[in-house]
């Protein structure tokens, strides 16, 4: 297929702004509002070891790595780690969210935390069942001057999903 046709570009730009407006769109609904457990950071952290190993065993069945030092090998395998855990997040964190669990809600005093380059601005709020601090990303009512936050979520195996989170007085 010649490079320079519409039947080559028109196909591959559409699929690059298809994917990155998927990517924005669960990053802000699935990804702020899934907080993963203990469990869940583990089946993550195992997700990314064991799909970085599938390239690995690829390079070494083809003898691309003969030759080369120890320290060179676990570079390439650190650099296959770093490059699939994306990928492990996305499953990770969309399993958390589509799996069915127990729904629950909870009222507790919070402290507003204002937006960093990395996360947003929102109410920060201990969670008890996951046993640390979280930030819940914009949350209804007057965060400024209220001081009680009232969280509706749905736990399940993997970690907790926030479904709905307003101020009170």
Same mark, same amino acid.
């Given at each position: 297929m010649k490079k320079a046709h519409f039947s080559f570009w028109i196909p591959l730009i559409a699929g690059g702004i298809a994917l990155i407006s998927g990517f924005v769109v669960w990053s802000?609904?699935?990804?702020?509002?899934?907080?993963?457990?203990?469990?869940?950071?583990?089946?993550?952290?195992?997700?990314?070891?064991?799909?970085?190993?599938?390239?690995?065993?690829?390079? *070494?069945?083809?003898?691309?790595?003969?030759?080369?030092?120890?320290?060179d090998a676990v570079k390439i395998?650190?650099?296959?780690? *770093?490059?699939?855990?994306?990928?492990?997040?996305?499953v990770v964190f969309t399993a958390a969210?589509?799996?069915?669990?127990?729904?629950?809600?909870?009222?507790?005093?919070?402290?507003?935390?204002?937006?960093?380059?990395?996360?947003?601005?929102?109410a920060e709020v201990y969670e008890p069942e996951l046993k640390k601090e979280i930030r819940i990303c914009n949350p209804q009512g007057n965060v400024y001057s209220d001081t009680t936050l009232y969280v509706e979520k749905r736990s399940n195996a993997l970690g907790i999903v926030v479904l709905w989170a307003i101020t009170r007085a």
């Open positions: 802000v609904n699935i990804y702020r509002v899934t907080y993963l457990s203990i469990r869940g950071e583990q089946y993550l952290a195992c997700g990314a070891l064991l799909l970085a190993l599938v390239p690995m065993v690829y390079f *070494i069945r083809k003898g691309r790595l003969k030759g080369k030092r120890l320290a395998y650190l650099g296959f780690f *770093i490059c699939s855990l994306p990928g492990a997040m996305f969210w589509l799996l069915e669990g127990d729904y629950s809600a909870w009222s507790k005093p919070y402290r507003y935390e204002s937006s960093t380059r990395h996360s947003c601005s929102g």
